[in-house]
Protein backbone atom coordinates (compact mmCIF):
# COMPACT_ATOMS: atom_id res chain seq x y z
CA UNK A 1 0.00 0.00 0.00
CA UNK A 2 1.24 3.32 -0.58
CA UNK A 3 -0.45 6.34 1.20
CA UNK A 4 0.23 9.70 -1.35
CA UNK A 5 -0.53 13.58 0.53
CA UNK A 6 -0.71 16.21 -1.96
CA UNK A 7 0.27 19.96 -0.81
CA UNK A 8 1.22 23.28 -2.54
CA UNK A 9 -1.98 23.89 -3.85
CA UNK A 10 -4.23 27.42 -4.06
CA UNK A 11 -4.71 30.66 -5.54
CA UNK A 12 -2.50 32.48 -7.93
CA UNK A 13 -2.96 35.34 -11.04
CA UNK A 14 -2.68 34.30 -14.85
CA UNK A 15 1.35 34.10 -15.07
CA UNK A 16 2.21 33.60 -11.90
CA UNK A 17 3.64 29.91 -10.27
CA UNK A 18 3.41 27.32 -7.69
CA UNK A 19 5.04 24.04 -6.84
CA UNK A 20 2.72 20.63 -5.70
CA UNK A 21 4.43 17.96 -4.02
CA UNK A 22 2.95 15.09 -2.84
CA UNK A 23 4.88 13.12 -0.32
CA UNK A 24 4.37 9.09 -0.18
CA UNK A 25 4.39 6.58 2.79
CA UNK A 26 3.75 2.89 3.07
CA UNK A 27 5.87 1.27 0.79
CA UNK A 28 9.27 1.39 -0.73
CA UNK A 29 9.18 5.03 -3.07
CA UNK A 30 11.42 4.35 -5.54
CA UNK A 31 9.59 0.72 -6.80
CA UNK A 32 6.87 3.21 -8.07
CA UNK A 33 6.79 5.96 -11.40
CA UNK A 34 4.71 8.72 -10.41
CA UNK A 35 2.50 10.84 -12.40
CA UNK A 36 -0.07 14.39 -11.44
CA UNK A 37 -3.09 13.94 -13.17
CA UNK A 38 -6.05 17.25 -12.64
CA UNK A 39 -9.85 16.78 -13.08
CA UNK A 40 -11.51 20.44 -13.33
CA UNK A 41 -15.23 21.10 -13.04
CA UNK A 42 -17.33 19.15 -15.23
CA UNK A 43 -14.61 17.51 -17.00
CA UNK A 44 -12.86 14.08 -16.77
CA UNK A 45 -9.77 13.66 -15.38
CA UNK A 46 -6.45 14.15 -17.44
CA UNK A 47 -2.95 13.39 -17.37
CA UNK A 48 -0.26 15.85 -17.09
CA UNK A 49 2.68 14.31 -16.63
CA UNK A 50 4.64 11.41 -15.39
CA UNK A 51 8.42 10.52 -14.03
CA UNK A 52 9.93 7.39 -14.05
CA UNK A 53 11.41 5.37 -10.76
CA UNK A 54 14.40 6.58 -10.99
CA UNK A 55 13.48 10.35 -12.24
CA UNK A 56 15.53 9.72 -15.75
CA UNK A 57 12.64 9.47 -17.98
CA UNK A 58 9.22 12.31 -17.62
CA UNK A 59 6.49 12.51 -19.97
CA UNK A 60 3.88 15.53 -20.08
CA UNK A 61 0.53 16.40 -21.98
CA UNK A 62 0.76 18.72 -24.77
CA UNK A 63 -1.22 21.42 -22.84
CA UNK A 64 1.91 21.62 -20.21
CA UNK A 65 4.89 21.16 -22.35
CA UNK A 66 7.23 23.93 -21.91
CA UNK A 67 5.18 25.29 -18.76
CA UNK A 68 5.26 22.24 -15.70
CA UNK A 69 8.00 20.52 -14.53
CA UNK A 70 7.73 17.15 -12.56
CA UNK A 71 10.96 16.14 -10.33
CA UNK A 72 11.26 13.68 -7.43
CA UNK A 73 13.36 13.04 -4.60
CA UNK A 74 13.59 9.45 -3.66
CA UNK A 75 15.53 10.49 -0.42
CA UNK A 76 12.67 12.58 0.30
CA UNK A 77 9.45 9.66 -0.76
CA UNK A 78 8.36 13.08 -2.43
CA UNK A 79 7.31 13.97 -6.20
CA UNK A 80 6.87 17.75 -7.33
CA UNK A 81 5.44 19.69 -10.02
CA UNK A 82 6.65 23.00 -10.73
CA UNK A 83 4.26 24.85 -12.56
CA UNK A 84 4.41 28.17 -14.65
CA UNK A 85 2.76 30.47 -16.77
CA UNK A 86 -0.10 29.58 -15.16
CA UNK A 87 -3.10 29.86 -17.16
CA UNK A 88 -6.78 29.90 -16.20
CA UNK A 89 -7.51 26.65 -17.79
CA UNK A 90 -5.14 24.81 -15.47
CA UNK A 91 -7.57 25.64 -12.72
CA UNK A 92 -8.89 22.14 -11.57
CA UNK A 93 -8.20 19.36 -8.64
CA UNK A 94 -4.71 17.94 -9.11
CA UNK A 95 -3.84 14.85 -7.91
CA UNK A 96 -0.58 12.80 -7.12
CA UNK A 97 -0.57 8.84 -8.14
CA UNK A 98 1.86 5.85 -8.13
CA UNK A 99 2.04 3.52 -10.89
CA UNK A 100 4.25 0.13 -10.88
CA UNK A 101 4.52 0.38 -14.46
CA UNK A 102 6.05 3.64 -16.13
CA UNK A 103 4.71 2.52 -19.37
CA UNK A 104 1.13 2.94 -17.98
CA UNK A 105 1.17 6.31 -15.97
CA UNK A 106 -0.63 8.18 -19.19
CA UNK A 107 -3.69 7.30 -18.32
CA UNK A 108 -5.88 7.00 -15.37
CA UNK A 109 -6.39 3.19 -15.16
CA UNK A 110 -2.53 2.33 -15.19
CA UNK A 111 -2.30 4.48 -12.17
CA UNK A 112 -2.11 1.81 -8.85
CA UNK A 113 -2.35 4.13 -5.92
CA UNK A 114 -4.13 8.39 -5.75
CA UNK A 115 -3.86 10.74 -3.10
CA UNK A 116 -6.83 13.11 -2.27
CA UNK A 117 -5.91 16.05 -4.48
CA UNK A 118 -4.91 20.03 -4.05
CA UNK A 119 -7.15 22.83 -5.63
CA UNK A 120 -5.76 25.03 -8.12
CA UNK A 121 -7.22 28.20 -8.92
CA UNK A 122 -5.94 30.40 -11.69
CA UNK A 123 -7.45 33.78 -11.89
CA UNK A 124 -6.90 37.60 -11.82
Known amino acids: QVQLVESGGGAVQPGGSLRLSCTASGSIFNHYAMGWYRQAPGKEREFVAA????????NYADSVKGRFTISRDNGKNTVYLQMNSLKPEDTAVYYC?????????????????WGNGTLVTVSS
Open 51 to 58: VSWSGTST
Open 97 to 113: AASRRYASTAIPGGMDY
